[in-house]
């Protein structure tokens, strides 16, 4: 009789060959173990250590501030959630962009100390040698181009990127540069559905937007966005399928009522 569990594991062959299939690819972030756990049991197939836990797990205004150590655990937490899902954990800002070297040394912590799956870095032809040496290493290596949040210094704004030729062509040129280094896919982030659909029939892998249109071969959203938690935030491609910051309130502020009041606990919930 066979050790192994019955459930299917998604890889990152499986995602090329929905791809090919033309069958979309569904991804949502996720930060810890009870997150992790309703995640994959939803059926996602990838689900996604963001470095956006910068924004929603710790209440930074930026993705920069967060460090190697702070995503291994998130990552570690999320993996002993996960039956189904591939795993997929972001670099943050610094410890990949520096040189190639520092780079391996950081995915290969991931990995090892995280248990991710696969590693996700922002960027293209700027950090070509990091990919290069990670890949090399045998590390599943997914892309983000468009709206890189850990450039936001760079772009000064959340708007979205590529309207312009020059920057559009980049973009396309380095989606193909991505797929010839061995990328399994590329997010594409905050970029005209035009552009999105002209990338995705550029190359072989699997782009999985936020805000990139319908052509993407998949979808990624936050977590914390999509069940609404998280209500100051209402960009233009986010679809909300919960209201959860009012359950959540709602809920709290009734749990207040009912101990003030000695409500509860009652006869029934005492020993
Ligand atoms: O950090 C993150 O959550 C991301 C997604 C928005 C793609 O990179």
Do not use: W
Request: proline share 3%; charged share 25%.
């Amino acid at each position: 009789m066979s050790v192994h569990s019955e459930i299917k594991k998604i890889t990152t062959e499986t995602l090329r060959k929905m791809k090919f299939d033309k069958e979309k690819i569904t991804m949502l972030t996720a930060y810890d173990f009870t997150t992790a756990k309703m995640v994959d049991a939803g059926g996602v197939d990838s689900i996604l250590i963001g470095d956006s836990a910068a924004n929603v797990m710790a209440g930074f205004e930026t993705t920069l501030p967060i460090t190697l150590d702070q995503m291994i655990y998130h990552t570690q937490c999320v993996v002993r959630g996960v039956e189904r899902a591939l795993v997929v954990a972001d670099l943050p800002f610094g410890t990949y962009q520096s040189n190639p070297e520092k780079a391996l040394e950081s995915a290969v912590r991931m990995m090892k100390e995280g248990g991710a799956h696969a590693i996700k870095i922002e960027g293209g032809k700027e950090i070509e040698e990091s990919i290069r040496k990670i890949v090399n290493a045998g590390i599943p290596v997914c892309g983000h181009l468009g709206l890189t949040p850990q450039s936001i210094y760079q772009f000064g704004t959340y708007k979205v990127r590529a309207k312009e030729d020059a920057e559009a062509e980049k973009l396309i040129s380095d989606c193909k540069l991505l797929e010839e280094l061995g990328c399994f896919a590329i997010v594409l982030e905050k970029i005209p559905a035009s552009l999105a659909k002209r990338a995705s029939e550029s190359i072989s892998i699997p782009t999985i937007g936020i805000g990139a249109g319908q052509d993407c071969d998949g979808q990624v959203l936050v977590y914390h966005d999509m069940v609404g938690m998280n209500q100051g935030f209402s960009p233009k491609f986010l679809r909300r399928y919960l209201d959860l910051y009012s359950e959540i309130t709602g809920a709290v502020s009734q749990y207040v009522k009912d101990v003030k009041s000695a409500d509860f606990p009652n006869d029934k919930e005492s020993y």
